[in-house]
C-alpha cells in the first residue's frame, strides 16, 4: 500500500470537517503570504507617485496617490482584522477535524481483540496515536503556512521580473536549493538529538526523583541526597552538553546556509541600485526591490523549517492512519451460535494461552470443571495467571488453545451478547464510572433502576459508610462540579455491588478484596456468600492472592506461572502441604494479628 495515502485521508477530513471553515482558513493564509509584497509595491507607487510630481496635473497625482493609500490601507486593515477573526475560526475547525478522527479512533479501539488491548506494547504505540490532538493542528498548521509561505515566494519573484528576467531563473533556483538543504539540515539535527533519548530519559529519571515527594521522601530516609544528587548532576550534563553539541552543529550549517541565502536579495539590491542610476526604474521601486528580497530571504528561511516539520508531523499522522486502518481487527465470528440460559456447568480442557509477541505463556494446558452451586476460588500469587482466566471465560481474549465448553456449547459459539447476560464480572482494575452513584451501582439496568436494591446490595457489601455520606444521586468525580470521589475501598464496595446488582448466573470477582482491611474484607466475603446462597443453581468465582475466607469456597484451584498445580477443598489442599498450604500458612499469621477484633472472627465464620 501507498506508505502516503495518510496524507489525502487527514486532507479529505480537514475539507469535510467544515468546508466553509477549510476554505476561509487555507484563503486568509494565502492572501496574508501575498499582502507584504502587495504593501511594498503600493507604498512604492506612493513615493514614487511623490517623487515624481513635476508640478503639472496635480489632481491626477492625488488620485494616484489616494487609491494606492486606500488599497493600502485596506492591506492593512486586512491583517488586523484576519489575525484575529481568522483564530477564533481556525481552533473551530480543528476541533471538527479532531473530533471526526477520535471518532474513527475509538470506532477502531472497539474492534481490537481486548488480549492485544491489554499488552504493554499496545499501551506504548497507542501513547503516539493518542496525540492526534496536536498533530491534527500542526498539520492544518503547517499546511496552511507553507501555502502561505508558496505565495510570499511567488510574489515577490513576479515583481522581481519587472527589475529583469535574468534575476528569475537563478533566484528561482537559489530558493529552491537552499530549502532543500535547510529542510536536510533540520532533520539532521533532530536525529542527532532523537540519538540521545536515552541519555535525556536518564536526566528526566534523577529529577524526577527529586520532584517525587514520595520518593525523595524514601531517598530522604536513607539518607542518600548527596549521591542521588551526584547522579542528577552528571546526567543532566551530560544530556545538556550533547543537546548543546547537536545545536551548535546545526548552527553552523544553518548560518553558512544562511549567508548563501543573501545572494538573492544582494543580486536584487545591486541590479535595483544600477537600475536607479541609470534612471531606468524611480526610487519607490528601489525601496520595494529591497523590501522584496529582504521578504524572499526570510521565506526562505521559513519554508525550511516548515518542510522539515510538516515532514515529522505526516510521520505520527501515518501511524493514526495504519491504526485506523491496519491494525488487526477481531477474527470472524463463527455465526453458528447456541444459545445458554442458565450455566449448569463449565469445563476447561487443555487451555493454553499466550499474549500477542510474547514467547511465554500467561496459561499453560489449564484443565478443570465447575458445576452449578459451586463457590470457587482461584488463587495463586500475581502474575499467576487468574485474571487471564476469567477474561478469557468472559470472551474478552479469543485467541486462545485448548476448548471451554458451558453447558457441553463450545465457548466459540456462544454469542458476546449471551455471555453478557451470564456473567457479572467485577475486575481487579475495577471501573469508576463517575456517573451518579446509583448509576455506578446499577449500570447493567441503567434504564430501569431499582433504588431500593441498590441501597440493598450496598449495605450488603458493608457500604452502610457510603450511603450515609451521599445520597444514590450524587455525582461521582472531582472533574464534574459538585462532584465526589471515593476511597479505594469504597470503589470497590461500588464494583462489588455492581456485580451483585446485575443479577447474573455467574459473578466473577477479580481480586475484590485487594485494598479492604481485614473487618471490611471478611465483611465483603460474607456478602459475596449470602449472595451465592441466594441463587442455588448459581456459580460464584472468586480470584486472590490473599487466603482470608478463601476456605469457605466449596472448589479452589491454585495457579503457579500460568499452570494449575493444584484443586480442591480447603482442608484437602492443606493436607497436601503443597502451594497453597504455603500461601495459606505465610499469611495466616499476619492475619491472626490484624484480627484482634473477636466480633471480626465471629462475623467471618
Known sequence: MNNNKH??????????????????????????????????????????????????????????????????????????????????????????????????????????PQDILDTKEFRDDFRIVN????????????????????????????????????????????????????????MQYWSEYLSHTSLRRKMDYHVGLFMDEGLFAVIRAFGREESFLKKAKSSIDESI?????????????????????LIVPIAIALVAVQKYYESRIPIGDVIMFLGLGKSIHSAVISSGVIVQKTQEVSISLKRVYDFIFHSVDVSADCGAYQKVECVEKIEIDNLTFYYP?????????????IDSGDLVAFVGENGSGKTTLVKILLGLYKNYEGTIRINGINLRNISRDNLIQIFAPCFQDYLKPYFLLKEAVGLSRIDEMDEVQIREVLQMNNGADIIESYSLDTQMGTSFTGGVDLSIGQWQKVAVSRAMYADRNVMLADEPIASLDIYSELQLLKAVKLNHNKSKSGISILISHRMAGIKMCSKIFVLDHGVLVEEGGHDHLISLGGKYSEMYNAQIDSIKKEMTNEQSVSTFK
Open 7 to 112: 496524507i489525502p485521508f487527514f486532507l479529505k477530513r480537514i475539507w469535510g470537517a467544515n468546508k466553509a471553515a477549510t476554505i476561509v482558513n487555507f484563503a486568509q493564509y494565502i492572501l496574508l503570504g501575498a499582502s507584504s509584497s502587495l504593501s511594498l509595491l503600493f507604498t512604492a507607487n506612493i513615493i514614487n507617485a511623490i517623487s515624481l510630481y513635476d508640478g503639472v496635473n496635480p489632481n491626477n497625482i492625488k488620485i494616484n496617490i489616494i487609491v494606492n493609500a486606500f488599497f493600502l490601507a485596506l492591506i492593512v486593515l486586512f491583517q488586523l482584522f484576519f489575525e484575529k477573526f481568522s483564530q477564533a475560526l481556525r481552533e473551530k475547525h480543528i476541533y471538527a477535524v479532531r473530533q471526526n478522527i477520535e471518532k474513527e479512533i475509538c470506532v477502531k479501539l472497539l474492534k481490537i
Open 241 to 261: 552538553n550533547n543537546a548543546n553539541q547537536a545545536i551548535a552543529n546545526q548552527n553552523k550549517k544553518y548560518a553558512r546556509l544562511q549567508l548563501a541565502v
Open 357 to 369: 509477541k510474547s514467547e511465554i505463556p500467561a496459561l499453560r494446558n489449564v484443565s478443570l470443571s
Open 131 to 186: 496525540e492526534t490532538n496536536t498533530n491534527v493542528y500542526l498539520f492544518i498548521t503547517y499546511i496552511a503556512q507553507g501555502m502561505s509561505l508558496i505565495v510570499q515566494l511567488v510574489m515577490p519573484l513576479v515583481l522581481v521580473t519587472r527589475l529583469s528576467w535574468l534575476l528569475l531563473f537563478p533566484s528561482l533556483c537559489m530558493i529552491l536549493f537552499s530549502i532543500y538543504r535547510l529542510s536536510k539540515i533540520q
